[in-house]
């Protein structure tokens, strides 16, 4: 569709395309705001040239971090704790990673943090199989901080390169879920302080606004380093990112685009933000 | 969460106007914009918002409101009224064969709810007296087949598999003549998530439809879903006509407008919700109650 001109319709319009790719009315309305000061400001003219600096300006917050959007690995040892609200992809992740790693020549293991959810722990072995990581377990029901525990003393006697920590998915709503991932959290600093950190925020792109309730809560419970953005292989974008990175200085580090093994990706803001305007 | 809820700030925009004497159209403006911007807020779908709050202005700028003496209240009737009616007016259940069995085909996108939900719904229909069978069809998640036996075994229902190396639109099939020898009156298939643009699974889909013909299609979506829900929904419901849908992790604080999207493009109840990861954590549907919710009142 092509604009005659500068209009009302015309920022409507891109309203529309924001709102629809789950970046919310708010943070919607503040990027539309910028725009028009800008449109102004720069005395544009030309309707498709609105277009192009809408993109620059949400580029440039997803670039606020730059050089956040990668994994700290590098110096090892790294653990990796993986959380997020049930059935985002934390487990499907840890395999896709591990693999990851596997390819790089690290020594990966892998802990079974999720005691709870019916089979978690075959599915995550399955994973481990494939990707040919280490596995610790402790069998259903057990403590998860105490599965943690011995993954951490696994990779200390083991030098792995890699310690990959999968947990319960868990809504941020519930007290008891998240006082027992804040012990998981106190486990992995008390026990392996010399060890790299990444926790990552696991976020289901179909996800709405309630990603900025779930990455406020996650954050305050085990500081999150980054988020992993999966299922971007369906039509939704996940927008809300956006406010993720904007509002809490969260940094997209991967993207899940299938359910195979090698379906993980590095966060690409070109990509990303194309994306929202296909 | 601090939440200043949408009633308190339609009654201070229009409470105000008020003592200005009638209403204007404007003023009513004034007030749906607040609505909209909710609504959006709790993500039910742009388009679907933008209907909806045409609808309610039409009723709004009719005399009853303009000249009310408590207009911030009438719209918010009229905004709740609205929504109920749109949400489903009654709880609505299950349809059960007269002849049994009744079958059940439980669908969605990926970590929707659905394995979890089948043994909900499993529970549920036990202790309603029936004797349901639990059937693995996705033969393709790692210990998918696994979950639901263990979901199976936790709330005392069998679980008919035939391990990963069978067609599901064959294992389906074997499910409904093994549940007819073993008097089995509700049989509950379980089947992998998969995307709606995925044309292979979604063809899948359509060919364990017609090979068991089933009494209940359910959708199972997430109340956490955000813009896309009217997408999937749709696409879902035209390749299977769906008779009804769940709406899981409603435990959560989203609000779910996804419930309000679904609702309007497909006319398909919501059956039932759940409300934890627990297998006796399935409730009916109120629709009053999910309007309320999503508007944050
Ligand atoms: N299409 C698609 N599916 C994915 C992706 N990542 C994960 N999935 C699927 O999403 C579903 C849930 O994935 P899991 O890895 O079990 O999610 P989880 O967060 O560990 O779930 P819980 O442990 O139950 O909280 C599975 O069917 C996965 O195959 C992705 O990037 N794309
Ligand atoms: N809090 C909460 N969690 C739920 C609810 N329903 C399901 N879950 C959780 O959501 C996650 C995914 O559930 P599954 O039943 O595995 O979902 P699925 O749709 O079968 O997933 P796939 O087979 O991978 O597509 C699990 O962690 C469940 O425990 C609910 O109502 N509330
Ligand atoms: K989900
Ligand atoms: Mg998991
Ligand atoms: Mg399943």
Same mark, same amino acid.
């Given at each position: 569709?092509?604009?005659?001109?500068?209009?009302?319709?015309?920022?409507?319009?891109?309203?529309?395309?924001?709102?629809?790719?789950?970046?919310?009315?708010?943070?919607?309305?503040?990027?539309?705001?910028?725009?028009?000061?800008?449109?102004?400001?720069?005395? *544009?003219?030309?309707?498709?040239?609105?277009?192009?600096?809408?993109?620059?300006?949400?580029?440039?917050?997803?670039?606020?971090?730059?050089?956040?959007?990668?994994?700290?690995?590098?110096?090892?040892?790294?653990? *990796?704790?993986?959380?997020?609200?049930?059935?985002?992809?934390?487990?499907?992740?840890?395999?896709?990673?591990?693999? $990851?790693?596997?390819?790089?020549?690290?020594?990966?293991?892998?802990?079974?943090?999720?005691?709870?959810?019916?089979?978690?722990?075959?599915?995550?072995?399955?994973?481990?199989?494939?990707?040919?990581?280490?596995?610790?377990?402790?069998?259903?029901?057990?403590?998860?901080?105490?599965?943690?525990?011995?993954?951490?003393?696994?990779?200390?006697?083991?030098?792995?390169?890699?310690? *990959?920590?999968?947990?319960? &998915?868990?809504?941020?709503?519930?007290?008891?879920?998240?006082?027992?991932?804040?012990?998981?959290?106190?486990?992995? $600093?008390?026990?392996?302080?010399?060890?790299?950190?990444?926790?990552?925020?696991?976020?289901?792109?179909?996800?709405?606004?309630?990603?900025?309730?779930?990455?406020?809560?996650?954050?305050?419970?085990?500081?999150?380093?980054?988020?992993?953005?999966?299922?971007?292989? &369906?039509?939704?974008?996940?927008?809300?990112?956006?406010?993720?990175?904007?509002?809490?200085?969260?940094?997209?580090?991967?993207?899940?685009?299938?359910?195979?093994?090698?379906?993980?990706?590095?966060?690409?803001?070109?990509?990303?933000?194309?994306?929202?305007?296909? | 969460?601090?939440?200043?809820?949408?009633?308190?700030?339609?009654?201070?925009?229009?409470?105000?106007?008020?003592? +200005?004497?009638?209403?204007? !159209?404007?003023?009513?403006?004034?007030?749906?914009?607040?609505?909209?911007?909710?609504?959006?807020?709790?993500?039910?779908?742009?388009?679907?918002?933008?209907?909806?709050?045409?609808?309610?202005?039409?009723?709004?700028?009719?005399?009853?409101?303009? !000249?009310?003496?408590?207009?911030?209240?009438?719209?918010?009737?009229?905004?709740?009224?609205?929504?109920?009616?749109?949400?489903?007016?009654?709880?609505?259940?299950?349809?059960?064969?007269?002849?049994?069995?009744?079958?059940?085909?439980?669908?969605?996108?990926?970590?929707?709810?659905?394995?979890?939900?089948?043994?909900?719904?499993?529970?549920?229909?036990?202790?309603?007296?029936?004797?349901?069978?639990?059937?693995?069809?996705?033969?393709?998640?790692?210990?998918?087949? +696994?979950?639901?036996?263990?979901?199976?075994?936790?709330?005392?229902?069998?679980?008919? %598999?035939?391990?990963?190396?069978?067609?599901?639109?064959?294992?389906?099939?074997?499910?409904?003549?093994?549940?007819?020898?073993?008097?089995?009156?509700?049989?509950?298939?379980?089947?992998?998530?998969?995307?709606?643009?995925?044309?292979?699974?979604?063809? !899948?889909?359509?060919?364990?439809?017609?090979?068991?013909?089933?009494?209940?299609?359910?959708?199972?979506?997430?109340?956490?879903?955000?813009?896309?829900?009217?997408?999937?929904? !749709?696409?879902?419901?035209?390749?299977?006509?769906?008779?009804?849908?769940?709406? %899981?992790?409603?435990?959560?604080?989203?609000?779910?407008?996804?419930?309000?999207?679904?609702?309007?493009?497909?006319? +398909?109840?919501?059956?039932?919700?759940?409300?934890?990861?627990?297998?006796?954590?399935?409730?009916?549907?109120?629709?009053?109650?999910?309007?309320?919710?999503?508007?944050?009142?």
């Amino acid at each position: 569709r092509s604009y005659g001109k500068i209009d009302e319709e015309l920022f409507d319009d891109l309203e529309e395309i924001l709102v629809t790719a789950d970046v919310g009315i708010n943070t919607t309305m503040e990027i539309i705001d910028r725009l028009k000061n800008r449109v102004k400001e720069e005395k *544009i003219s030309e309707p498709d040239k609105v277009r192009e600096l809408l993109k620059e300006e949400i580029k440039k917050i997803m670039e606020e971090s730059e050089g956040d959007n990668k994994l700290k690995i590098g110096s090892s040892p790294t653990v *990796i704790l993986m959380v997020g609200v049930n059935g985002v992809g934390k487990t499907t992740t840890i395999g896709k990673l591990s693999y $990851n790693f596997k390819k790089q020549g690290k020594k990966v293991i892998i802990a079974a943090g999720d005691t709870f959810r019916a089979a978690a722990i075959e599915q995550l072995e399955e994973w481990s199989n494939r990707s040919g990581a280490d596995f610790v377990k402790h069998s259903e029901g057990a403590d998860p901080a105490a599965v943690i525990f011995d993954g951490i003393q696994a990779a200390k006697a083991r030098k792995a390169d890699v310690l *990959i920590c999968d947990t319960a &998915g868990r809504l941020h709503n519930k007290k008891n879920l998240m006082n027992e991932l804040s012990k998981i959290f106190r486990v992995v $600093n008390s026990e392996f302080p010399e060890a790299e950190k990444e926790v990552l925020l696991v976020l289901d792109a179909t996800t709405g606004q309630n990603a900025i309730s779930q990455a406020k809560v996650f954050k305050e419970v085990c500081d999150i380093t980054g988020v992993v953005l999966t299922k971007l292989d &369906g039509t939704a974008k996940g927008g809300v990112v956006i406010a993720l990175q904007s509002e809490l200085g969260l940094p997209v580090k991967l993207v899940g685009i299938g359910e195979k093994i090698d379906d993980l990706q590095e966060f690409n803001v070109e990509d990303f933000v194309e994306a929202i305007f296909d | 969460m601090v939440f200043e809820s949408l009633s308190e700030k339609l009654q201070n925009a229009l409470g105000k106007l008020r003592s +200005k004497g009638k209403l204007t !159209e404007k003023d009513v403006d004034t007030a749906l914009r607040e609505v909209r911007l909710a609504l959006l807020e709790a993500d039910v779908n742009f388009r679907v918002v933008k209907d909806f709050v045409k609808r309610v202005k039409e009723r709004a700028i009719g005399s009853e409101v303009m !000249e009310s003496l408590t207009p911030g209240q009438q719209v918010i009737k009229i905004v709740n009224e609205e929504l109920t009616i749109l949400m489903g007016e009654r709880e609505s259940k299950l349809n059960i064969a007269s002849t049994p069995p009744t079958i059940i085909l439980m669908c969605g996108l990926q970590g929707a709810g659905k394995t979890t939900t089948a043994g909900k719904l499993a529970n549920n229909l036990l202790k309603q007296n029936k004797r349901p069978l639990l059937v693995a069809c996705d033969i393709y998640r790692p210990a998918a087949i +696994k979950q639901l036996e263990v979901v199976g075994e936790r709330v005392g229902v069998p679980v008919f %598999t035939m391990g990963d190396r069978n067609n599901p639109v064959d294992i389906a099939k074997a499910a409904i003549e093994y549940g007819k020898k073993n008097n089995n009156d509700i049989i509950i298939i379980d089947t992998a998530g998969r995307l709606h643009i995925d044309d292979d699974l979604m063809e !899948e889909l359509e060919n364990i439809y017609s090979a068991v013909n089933p009494h209940e299609v359910l959708l199972v979506v997430d109340a956490m879903t955000g813009q896309d829900a009217v997408n999937v929904a !749709e696409t879902f419901n035209d390749r299977l006509e769906i008779t009804g849908v769940i709406l %899981t992790k409603l435990d959560g604080d989203a609000r779910g407008g996804a419930a309000l999207s679904i609702r309007s493009v497909t006319k +398909k109840p919501i059956k039932f919700v759940g409300m934890g990861e627990k297998l006796d954590q399935l409730e009916p549907f109120h629709p009053d109650r999910m309007a309320s919710r999503i508007l944050g009142m």
